[in-house]
T-cell receptor, first 115, second 114 residues
C-alpha cells in the first residue's frame, strides 16, 4: 500500500550548521510532496512543497530535493537556528480523484538545534 | 485573520463514553480535513469535506467514528463508545479548495480514553 517513511527519527545539529532531513516514499503516483514542521503542542505548519515533475525547489533557507529514481525526498535547512527545532514530516499529496487533497504523512524526524 | 480553531483542547473520557470534537475552519475555506496523530507518529487521514459533502471517508477506523459539517463552516468529529486505542491528538485542517491548496492546521484536540 501507500507509505511514506523516514530514514532517521532524530537529528541533532549545532546552531549555524546545515541540516538534511530525509524521507523515502513508495507511491510514484503522488502529485506533490510536502514538508511540514510541527512544534510541540501545535498543528503542522507548511514549509515547502515540490511538484512530482520537479527535482529541486528552493525557499527561504530551505531546499527540497526530489529523486524519483530512488523515490527519495530531502529537506535541507541552511544555517539552522534554535527556532528550527521541531518535528519535521514529509507528506505526499494526491490531487486527483476521490482522494483530492488527501495527505499521507511519514512518521517524522525530530530536529534538535543546540546553541 | 483567525486560523483554524479546535475545541476542546484536551478531553479526558472514560472507556465506552461518546465524545464530540469540534473544528472551526478559516472563513471562506471550502475544504476541511480531519487527521489523527498518535504519540510519536505521523498524521493519519480520517475524512475530508468539500463543502458539507464527504467524498472520502476511507480513513475512518471503524463505524464508531463519524463526522459532519454544516455548510462550509463548523465540523464535528464524533467517536462513539470510545476505546483506549482512540487516545490520540485529533487535528483538523482547512484549505481554500481541495487539491494542492495549502492546508492550514488547527492546534488539535488531545483525547485521552481511560
Amino acid at each position: 500500500g501507500e507509505s511514506v517513511g523516514l530514514h532517521l527519527p532524530t537529528l541533532s545539529v549545532q546552531e549555524g550548521d546545515n541540516s538534511i532531513i530525509n524521507c523515502a516514499y513508495s507511491n510514484s503516483a503522488s502529485d506533490y510532496f510536502i514538508w511540514y514542521k510541527q512544534e510541540s503542542g501545535k498543528g503542522p505548519q507548511f514549509i515547502i512543497d515540490i511538484r512530482s515533475n520537479m527535482d529541486k525547489r528552493q525557499g527561504q533557507r530551505v531546499t527540497v530535493l526530489l529523486n524519483k529514481t530512488v523515490k527519495h525526498l530531502s529537506l535541507q535547512i541552511a544555517a539552522t537556528q534554535p527556532g528550527d527545532s521541531a518535528v519535521y514530516f514529509c507528506a505526499e499529496l494526491n490531487a486527483g480523484g476521490t482522494s483530492y487533497g488527501k495527505l499521507t504523512f511519514g512518521q517524522g524526524t525530530i530536529l534538535t538545534v543546540h546553541p | 485573520g483567525a486560523g483554524v480553531s479546535q475545541s476542546p483542547s484536551n478531553k479526558v473520557t472514560e472507556k465506552g463514553k461518546d465524545v464530540e470534537l469540534r473544528c472551526d475552519p478559516i472563513s471562506g475555506h471550502t475544504a476541511l480535513y480531519w487527521y489523527r496523530q498518535r504519540l510519536g507518529q505521523g498524521l493519519e487521514f480520517l475524512i475530508y469535506f468539500q463543502g458539507n459533502s464527504a467524498p472520502d471517508k476511507s480513513g475512518l477506523p471503524s463505524d464508531r467514528f463519524s463526522a459532519e459539517r454544516t455548510g462550509e463552516s463548523v465540523s464535528t468529529l464524533t467517536i462513539q463508545r470510545t476505546q483506549q486505542e482512540d487516545s490520540a491528538v485529533y487535528l483538523c485542517a482547512s484549505s481554500y479548495r481541495t487539491g494542492r491548496n495549502e492546508q492550514f492546521f488547527g492546534p488539535g484536540t488531545r483525547l485521552t480514553v481511560l
